[in-house]
């Protein structure tokens, strides 16, 4: 049975800028409770979509809101760019010895790309998913991001200057104000 992944346009987007998201990351939910134990393999009915993160990481999301990172042993070129992909199971899961295909854009139809195997399936905490969901919606600039505008450093240094000097109080005004 083969199964092609959704195809979100936020997807470039999806990893902060400045900081490893703590969705990448083996971080214990703020109680510390939270069962980190990876699976081996998760049931295809169950699975409600995927996210493609990068060329190494795919989100699972379960019917029953659990969620999962797939961190792939190696990089999938194309994985990210494509943001699809295909697997074939014969016994209704897809587990860590099982392999994608990236289905890469041809014309008006798909072709095969390079094949991949997949890693553990590694629960994320609620918090997790928040975060994951947060950079996803706010991009680059999200919550760890800090947003940067280039200034002209020649139209910035009169106004300094002005600035930094308040005008000595014996100046006369202008010629208009003196009457």
Avoid at 71 to 98: M, Q, V, W
Avoid at 163 to 169: E, Q, Y
């Amino acid at each position: 049975m083969a199964r092609i992944s959704p195809r979100t346009s936020w997807l470039a987007a999806s990893l902060a800028a400045v900081a490893v998201p703590s969705w990448l990351g083996a971080q214990d939910d703020e109680e510390g409770a939270f069962d980190r134990t990876p699976r081996d393999c998760v049931t295809l009915q169950l699975v409600d979509r995927t996210v493609v993160v990068d060329d190494q990481n795919i989100i699972f999301t379960l019917r029953s809101n659990k969620v999962y990172r797939n961190h792939l042993p190696r990089k999938c070129p194309g994985l990210e760019r494509e943001a699809r992909f295909a697997y074939e199971t014969t016994n209704g899961r897809l587990c860590s010895i099982d392999t994608i295909t990236v289905l890469e854009q041809f014309g008006v139809g798909l072709t095969r790309g390079f094949t991949c195997r997949l890693g553990e399936f590694v629960p994320l905490s609620p918090a997790e998913v928040e975060d994951f969901d947060l950079q996803r919606k706010e991009g680059r600039t999200g919550r760890r991001g800090i947003e940067a505008r280039p200034v002209d450093s020649a139209a910035a240094a009169p106004a300094e200057a002005e600035s930094a000097s308040p005008p000595a109080a014996s100046e006369p005004a202008d010629a208009d104000e003196r009457d």
